[in-house]
């Protein structure tokens, strides 16, 4: 996130409250209330024509939710009421090959790179923005790369690589993180 961002970069151990609105538009008003209800700050934020979302950080966990809290109670809403995640696309690509690694380290400028004889995994989720859950897990999970990581628009997008054990476990935990989500 750090390398796309253009708002307030986060600190390592920040809290993070990723939340994506319909129809894009929105995102300006429930910004506007999520920044008055605590001293939070904007990550990022990204105005699409169906879909608006922001990142909010601070170091107290309780501080973003509260902010999440106040956002859902000015739009009339509650987290029971959230978009029930599904997966739409997973695969692992084993030991890929150098053009390959070129093609996909020139497509993505803003991550970490891939290399040559590396397994990748893809995740897509839908909304978009749960794909960066299944990224915290499987961050947290082994020791992989993540090579991009997009949030936005109709479907969510998570590549990482590594060797290949690190890449299956990394998988499976972000998999578990999206079958996990509850509150519907």
């Not at 209330?33 to 950080?57: D, P, W």
Request: net charge negative; glycine share 8%.
């Amino acid at each position: 996130m750090g390398t796309v961002s253009r708002g307030f970069l986060p600190i390592p151990g920040d809290a993070c409250l990723w939340m994506e609105v319909s129809p894009g538009m929105a995102i300006h008003r429930v910004t506007d209330i999520a920044l008055k209800a605590s001293n939070v700050r904007l990550g990022q934020m990204i105005v699409e024509r169906e879909f608006g979302s922001f990142a909010l950080y601070h170091k107290d966990q309780s501080t973003v939710l509260h902010s999440g809290d106040v956002v859902l109670d000015a739009i009339g809403s509650e987290i029971r009421k959230r978009t029930k995640p599904a997966t739409s696309w997973t695969e692992i690509i084993r030991a890929i090959t150098p053009d390959h690694s070129v093609l996909i380290n020139r497509q993505n400028r803003s991550g970490s790179m891939i290399q040559a004889g590396m397994s990748m995994f893809i995740l897509e989720t839908e909304p978009a923005g749960y794909v960066l859950k299944a990224a915290n897990e499987a961050e947290k999970a082994s020791n992989i790369t993540v090579v991009d990581v997009k949030a936005v628009g109709a479907f969510g997008r998570l590549t990482l690589a590594g060797k290949e054990g690190d890449v299956e476990e990394a998988a499976a935990a972000s998999i578990n993180a999206i079958e996990q989500i509850t509150n519907f």
